[in-house]
Structures are given as structure tokens and as C-alpha cells.
């Protein structure tokens, strides 16, 4: 462990324990633990064990059900959606599950120039996103952390038309504390970061060289930026490398661990699933794979243990899947995606310079038609960042349910401004549609702060929130 590290305890013979007991459980103990989880307080990590076990399908029906009630008394019909920014692919770890890894040659090499950046940002900008999560291998040009901190500026600066990018999250590689400092001054919304396996062993098995070997900085990440400032974090797992089960409650170890220290766990957890990357053999044959029925399970489990958290599901899935878990915890998704430096721009899906295959390649606007069409809110709100709801502010209105009187508004604001600014006919049809049922359904309160916001969007003016 490297000097100043703040130690983050994963306890595996507790999660181990917590599952052999929940095999004990009956049916009539699962409905227990459905009918808490509907309060949507939260469960206990033995409570969450026990769901890991729901196989009837009549028990699974109704852990679903649950999920979906929870989900909508929480967040609505709200779905936020955001790009990733691919500025770097360079990278000096060795993860065998990784297209990136220092050792594959057969992927394309390239980290973006600021100018490359900006192309691809005002790409971005006029497909209609207003919310970008950068990313970049584990290693930088010659400028160093510098390059991350200039690229950051560089997406700030890009202007369109009447848009721009209003929030830049950031999954990048651990950072000192000094650096999340410098992080936190350039203005991002949330830093994020991927434990990829809570397993210690199993840790060891797949990272075989560079920075990323060492688990303990690694899982201590969220701490020193926390401790710098950064109070939205998000954390995630990559399914398939180790059991799905014990991933879910070393977890919610992390997340209990942030809480305690901080008062606040993670705004976000991200649920990749393992896909397959150019020269990696590992991501052909994940270790253990996780099937679309458990996958289903694993986002109704998170929305049920820990409510008020965002859940992000990726393009790594396909359109369909995406769809299946909306209801069921899923709250943020990426949309339009390209993991390759350079792909928005220049046009192209390379599968020699990408990360990871993708399952759902349709472009923004078929991708909100389909939302819409669904029933769900598009939204681009960046509010609560630029107004300072967030980490435990955002959770004092969230716990009570007063955010949706900020949210609600918020969304249908920014969806008119991409239904007015970059929709196609169809989906401007299909949108404005969704809007008027939308107000009519909302009480009288939300539907005067909504109808106002939307008005402002109609009359020419963006960016307007509450």
C-alpha cells in the first residue's frame, strides 16, 4: 500500500458468511424483505444477500415489481443521458480484459489534441448533448495529469449554435490528493472510477502490471477525492470477473465505508458488463459470466439496497436489454457512443481502437425517439451541480422526495431544448406529445414551475432551470 493511503476494508469472509446464510431464506423471508425495500430506505447488506438468491419465477416477479415501484416513486419517468469522450487510448497497465493494455498491439494508438478534442466536442454539441463523461487510458501524453486538465477546459470553451456541454464528469486514473484538488478547480461534476473487481485475488489475477496492480489505491480513490472536495463520486463494477453476488456486497461495503467517513456515499454506481476487446482472450471467456437474467436481477437489487443512488447503464448493452432495465433501477444512460479517440468527428465505429465492443450503436436522436415512445423524459439537467445540490445537499431533498420539484421541471425544460434545437421531425412529434401528457399527470405546483421553465425554452432562451 503506498504511503498516505486511507485504508478502505473489503471483508470477504463477511460477504461469504452473509451468503451462505441467505440460502436459509424462505419464500416468506424474501416477501419480508421486499415489503422494506419498499419504503425505499435502504437494506441491510444481509437483506441484500438474501435477494441474490430469488430463482421462482413468481419471487422474481415480484423482486422486479419492487424494483419498478421503488424506481418510480423515486425518480419518475426521468432518464438522463450523456456521452462518453474517448480524448486517449494510450495506457501503461496490463488488465487482461482491456483492449487498451500496454501490451496489445493490435489496437490503434492515439491520444487527441486539444484541437482534435474540440472537433469532437462541437460534434457532440450538434447531435444535442449537453452532458459528456471524459475518458482516457490510464496513461497521458508528455503533458501528463496537465493534459486531462486541459482537455477539461477545452470541452468548457466549445460553443455551437446555441448549445454547449454544461457538465463533464470524468473517468480517469486515481489521482493524488494534491491532483483531485486540481481536479475539483476545473470544474467537473462527478469523478468516476471503477474498482472493475472488489475481489482481492481474483484484483491480482487479471491486472498484471503498471499503476493498476495496486488495489488498495485503487479502492482508496473515492476517499482522497472526497477529501479534496469532489462530493459527487461514482463507483461501478465490471461483471464477470468474479461472482456477481459477492461484487454486489463488497460494494455496498465501499459505499458504507464512504458514508460513515463522508456522510455521503457515491451519486452513481455503473454496471458494465465484460464484452468483448480486441486481443483480449479474457473478455471472450469472462471468468463468470453473467447472464442477461442475473444482469436483470443485479440493477433491481442496487435500486432496491440503495434507492436514492443513480444506476448508469452503457451502450456496452444492447437496445433491448437497455430497455428491460429502465424500469427497474437504470437512471442514467450514454447514448450515440463511440469508445474510440476521434470516433464523433471523423464519423467512424473503429473496432481496432476501441475499448470494448458495443451493443447498442444508434445514433442520439433514434436513441431518445425510443425513450420517449416509452413514456420516459429525456433529460440533459446539469442543475443540481451548477446550484450546489450536491453529495449530501442533493440527498437532503432526494430522501424526502423534493427533488422531483426541481427534477421533473428541469427535464422537460431540456428535453424542449433538444426537441426545438436538433430533433428530427418524428421525434419532435413524438416528443412534444410526451410533454403535454407529462404536464397533465404532475400537480398543480410542478406543472406552474414546468410550464414557466417551458415557455422560457419556447420564447429562445436556454439553460434556464429551478
Not at 99 to 109: Q, T
Not at 194 to 205: D, G, I, K, L, W
Not at 290 to 306: E, G, N, Q
Not at 336 to 355: F, I, L, V
Request: glycine content about 8%.
Amino acid at each position: 500500500m503506498r504511503t498516505g493511503t486511507t485504508t478502505v476494508e473489503i471483508r470477504e469472509s463477511e460477504i461469504y458468511q452473509a451468503l451462505e446464510r441467505a440460502e436459509q431464506c424462505d419464500p416468506a423471508c424474501l416477501r419480508d424483505v421486499f415489503a422494506k425495500a419498499r419504503a425505499a430506505r435502504g437494506l441491510h447488506p444481509s437483506e441484500v444477500a438474501t435477494l441474490t438468491t430469488v430463482q421462482e419465477p413468481d419471487l422474481l416477479e415480484e423482486l422486479f415489481a419492487t424494483a419498478r415501484e421503488v424506481k418510480h416513486t423515486i425518480y419518475g419517468k426521468r432518464l438522463v443521458l450523456f456521452a462518453p469522450l474517448y480524448i486517449s487510448n494510450l495506457c501503461a497497465n496490463e488488465c487482461l480484459y482491456c483492449a487498451f493494455r500496454a501490451s496489445n498491439r493490435e489496437v490503434k494508438r492515439r491520444a487527441l489534441t486539444q484541437e482534435e478534442i474540440a472537433r469532437e466536442v462541437k460534434t457532440l454539441i450538434e447531435q444535442g448533448h449537453k452532458r459528456i463523461l471524459l475518458v482516457a487510458g490510464e496513461s497521458y501524453p508528455r503533458q501528463g495529469f496537465q493534459y486531462v486538465l486541459d482537455s477539461l477546459a477545452t470541452v468548457y470553451s466549445v460553443k455551437s449554435g446555441p448549445g454547449e456541454v454544461r457538465r463533464v464528469n470524468v473517468n480517469i486514473a486515481p489521482l493524488t490528493l494534491d491532483e483531485f484538488r486540481l481536479l475539483k478547480q476545473a470544474r467537473i461534476g462527478t469523478y468516476q472510477l471503477f474498482q472493475e473487481t472488489y475481489h482481492r485475488e481474483t484484483y491480482a489475477r487479471v491486472h498484471r502490471g503498471g499503476k493498476k496492480m495496486d488495489y488498495d489505491w485503487r479502492l482508496s480513490a473515492m476517499d482522497r477525492a472526497m477529501e479534496a472536495g469532489i462530493d459527487d463520486v461514482g463507483i461501478g463494477i465490471l461483471f464477470g470477473l468474479a461472482d456477481w453476488r459477492f461484487e454486489i456486497l463488497a460494494l455496498l461495503q465501499h459505499i458504507a465505508h464512504l458514508e460513515a467517513r463522508f456522510g455521503v456515499g457515491p451519486h452513481t454506481i455503473s454496471v458494465p458488463r465484460l464484452e468483448p476487446a480486441v486481443g483480449s482472450a479474457l473478455s471472450q471467456h469472462p471468468p463468470h459470466p453473467v447472464s442477461d437474467l442475473d444482469f436483470r436481477k443485479i440493477v433491481a437489487i442496487l435500486r432496491l439496497a440503495v434507492p436514492y443512488t443513480g444506476i448508469i447503464m452503457s451502450t456496452r448493452e444492447t437496445a433491448q436489454l437497455r430497455r428491460e432495465t429502465f424500469a427497474l433501477g437504470v437512471s442514467q444512460i450514454s447514448a450515440g457512443s463511440r469508445t474510440n479517440p476521434g470516433g464523433y468527428a471523423e464519423g467512424e465505429y473503429d473496432p481496432e481502437a476501441e475499448q470494448f465492443s458495443l451493443g447498442d450503436h444508434r445514433a442520439l436522436d433514434e436513441v431518445i425517439r425510443d425513450v420517449a415512445q416509452m413514456g420516459y423524459i429525456p433529460s440533459f439537467c446539469t442543475a443540481c451541480y451548477r446550484l450546489g445540490r450536491t453529495g449530501g445537499d442533493f440527498m437532503d431533498l432526494a430522501k424526502p422526495g423534493e427533488i422531483k420539484h426541481h427534477c421533473d421541471p428541469n427535464a422537460l425544460s431540456t428535453f424542449q431544448e433538444y426537441l426545438l434545437d436538433y430533433a428530427s421531425p418524428a421525434t419532435r412529434e413524438v416528443g412534444e406529445r410526451l410533454i403535454a401528457q407529462t404536464l397533465a399527470g404532475m400537480d398543480s405546483r410542478t406543472r406552474k414551475i414546468s410550464e414557466r421553465l417551458l415557455a422560457q425554452v419556447k420564447e429562445g432562451k436556454r439553460d434556464v432551470y429551478c
